[in-house]
């Protein structure tokens, strides 16, 4: 893409604006008009086309202003908007909102979506935090109905995974409980690369829910080992770019469908530094899905006790300059409130 002189950034990135506030083609008059240039608006439409040329606005309509592409929000992101951070009375806020829920992670979750849907206008995604090498902590095994066992996996860090398990033949709680005792003995602490190595001397029934422990641990690996925290799907369909219910039902597959968000986050953010904020723009020629969308992403919490992801989908038209503070700020409340209460 062409290098742009400063009035070509300026121009871009008044257009930009524009359109994300107002959604229509931008005009060389009305920059001039509403933006009170000190060129004329001849000069502007000049502008305006060697921009076009560049592959950074385009024409929808012969007679009508430009709007940006994919790449002028690309630049515009990279190389013009200046990093702000939220204003300081909505730090405040969201701050005390945060620190009223205590130590209920899943109050923290249900919060830090509902501020980044609010604060962002668009639809939000935060994922619950889980030990990046997931470590046993305790289990139990509950008798229900006939051969059916309930087993419940505690990890270290408060990750709770149940799994119904069907038993060759029907086993008394009492033997159950002791198989539990067992292996909490057994396990307590270890990773796991170390769970299977257990199981040498231990009954059958022992080694069996041993092997499902370890299964269990092996899924926590993944970046979506716990539950995804959603909100702000309404802002997303109020927006006019997905007024057709096609083009909504695709960007919504986004959040809805969990092999693709799973395929998403690892691609993007399961490698990235704690608190880095990715922009995706467009599915950056790699999801179809985001074609019509923009994500701003970040992981939050510790590498050495649990960590999550959250993020904002939106329309490619985002208020990129808010979002980002907005993901920035929760992102690092998320990491405080991890460490806090995992480092106890």
Do not use: D, S, W, Y
């Given at each position: 893409m062409s290098e742009l002189n400063e009035r070509q950034k300026l121009i871009l990135a008044l257009v930009i604006h524009d359109f994300i506030e107002k959604a229509r083609p931008v005009g060389s008059e009305n920059l001039v008009k509403d933006f009170g240039l000190d060129f004329s608006s001849a000069t502007v439409r000049n502008e305006l086309v060697a921009l076009t040329d560049a592959g950074y606005l385009r024409q929808p309509h012969t007679s009508a202003g430009r709007i940006p592409t994919e790449e002028g929000y690309r630049y515009f992101v990279r190389q013009l908007m200046v990093q702000t951070d939220l204003p300081a009375n909505t730090q405040r806020t969201i701050t005390h909102q945060f620190y009223q829920t205590g130590h209920d992670v899943d109050r923290w979750m249900r919060l830090a979506a509902s501020v980044l849907a609010h604060q962002s206008q668009a639809a939000s995604l935060v994922?619950?935090?889980?030990?990046?090498?997931?470590?046993?902590?305790?289990?139990?095994?509950?008798?229900?109905?006939?051969?059916?066992?309930?087993?419940?996996?505690?990890?270290?860090?408060?990750?709770?995974?149940?799994?119904m398990l069907f038993l060759a033949e029907p086993v008394p709680q009492e033997q159950l409980s002791r198989t539990a005792d067992s292996l909490n003995s057994l396990c307590a602490g270890k990773d796991i690369e170390t769970i299977l190595s257990q199981s040498g001397q231990s009954d059958a029934l022992t080694q069996d829910v041993l092997k499902l422990v370890h299964e269990e641990l092996q899924r926590s690996v993944n970046i979506l080992g716990g539950e995804v925290y959603r909100d702000g799907l309404s802002n997303m369909l109020a927006k006019p770019e997905f007024a057709e219910s096609s083009t909504a039902r695709q960007a919504l597959r986004v959040l809805e469908e969990r092999p693709f968000l799973e395929d998403l986050l690892n691609r993007t953010v399961s490698n990235s530094n704690i608190g880095g904020v990715q922009v995706l723009i467009g599915g950056e020629g790699t999801w179809e899905e985001l074609r019509d969308c923009s994500m701003v992403l970040a992981r939050y919490g510790d590498p050495n006790l649990a960590t999550g992801t959250l993020g904002v989908l939106g329309p490619i038209r985002m208020a990129y300059g808010r979002t980002i503070s907005t993901v920035r700020f929760v992102a690092g409340l998320l990491s405080n409130l991890v460490v806090d209460m995992l480092s106890e």
């Open positions: 994922t619950a935090p889980h030990p990046e090498r997931p470590t046993f902590k305790h289990i139990e095994l509950i008798a229900t109905h006939g051969r059916q066992v309930l087993m419940v996996v505690v990890l270290a860090g408060g990750e709770v995974r149940q799994q």
